[in-house]
């Protein structure tokens, strides 16, 4: 399959690859869109997002086009997008974010919201630079083929994750008392979950081959196609998210999404290293990640520092920690560019 369509997107110029990837990008936005809303739906029929298990299950669930995405990426050998990808969708959160909080008139969204997204942004931090370091040191040891780095990122996470959501206060979750109600409820929104996730396991490896191309044929390299593009396309359902939550007024909600996401998305780096038989995935893609990385951790740091020193003048016009966010953003790119 990936020499027929490498061999059906390459040899004509860029223009043919790139045109696939925005067609592929928006199917996957518009699945992934769709899969999310069934997620939530079934989260708040059976009471799963009470439960802090449910909470990374869910995020599991509504980053199903990441998952699918790098783990095919790792299956057709492109690991360094599939990394992009994860990397890119933590810089695109971010950029989403300080948008957002740049464009709310009203009020500062990033010094509004509670002080215990610290916690959750800290961990976002935390795992993005072990990351970091596995691709700088060239890993920390395997059992198999399989990093001891991602397994530490995985079970710092889940360790951190336990830890935040028992910090928290107890909040009464609401079933529906119907049983009849129930089945009826949750019979559609899991056939649409199936369908939606049937539909991304067979667009996914599209998205990651178009990119190949358009890396191939755009003399650009896997890592910035990886990044910018694709990254920004599996975050398109964060940005959906973030959107219905601010329009809401429920802004604790679109910054926990944010940085929700942020943190899990480091755990899928195990889906790839365990479908990548070559070896460590972290061992094997290029230092070009760490300017990324860099990038990254900073923005994070930059997000956790305006919940901690919170500006008492919530409708000043400076907003210093999103313009450099959106900055950053803009010279990681260029830099990858470059590269």
Not at 30 to 40: E, F, G, I, N, Q
Not at 280 to 301: I, M
Not at 310 to 334: F, K, P
């Amino acid at each position: 399959m990936k020499a027929l369509v490498l061999e059906l997107l390459t040899g004509r110029g860029p223009l043919l690859p790139l045109l696939a990837l925005l067609i592929v990008g928006a199917l996957v936005f518009a699945l992934a869109s769709r899969l999310a809303r069934h997620a939530d739906t079934i989260a708040g029929a059976t009471g799963l997002g009470g439960l802090w298990i449910g909470s990374v299950l869910l995020a599991a669930a509504t980053s199903l086009p990441e998952i699918l995405t790098d783990g095919n990426a790792a299956l057709l050998d492109a690991p360094d997008i599939g990394v992009g990808d994860l990397l890119g969708s933590t810089l695109a959160n971010m950029l989403i974010l300080a948008v957002f909080d740049l464009g709310f008139a009203g009020r500062r969204i990033l010094h509004s919201v509670g002080p215990g997204h610290a916690g959750l942004g800290a961990l976002g931090i935390l795992v993005t630079a072990m990351a970091g370091l596995a691709i700088f040191t060239g890993g920390w040891g395997r059992i198999g083929h399989v990093g001891i780095d991602t397994l530490a990122i995985v079970a710092v996470y889940l360790g951190a994750m336990r830890r935040i959501y028992r910090s928290l206060p107890a909040a009464p979750v609401t079933l529906p008392r119907s049983p009849h109600g129930d089945r009826g409820g949750i019979r559609r929104p899991l056939v649409g979950f199936g369908l939606g996730a049937v539909g991304l396991f067979v667009v996914t490896p599209l998205l990651v081959l178009s990119a190949e191309a358009f890396a191939r044929e755009g003399g650009v390299t896997e890592t910035f196609v990886g990044t910018l593009l694709v990254g920004l396309a599996t975050s398109f359902p964060e940005m959906a998210a973030t959107v219905s939550a601010v329009r809401l007024g429920a802004l604790d909600l679109a910054v926990g999404n944010i940085f929700g996401s942020n943190a899990f998305n480091m755990t899928i780096l195990l889906v790839m290293d365990l479908v990548y038989v070559r070896g460590p995935v972290l061992t094997v893609v290029s230092r070009d990640h760490l300017v990324t990385v860099l990038v990254a951790v900073t923005c994070l740091s930059l997000g956790v520092l305006a919940i901690i020193v919170r500006d008492e003048r919530q409708h000043s016009g400076l907003r210093g920690e999103s313009v450099l966010i959106v900055a950053l953003y803009v010279t990681a790119a260029w830099m990858l560019y470059q590269r």
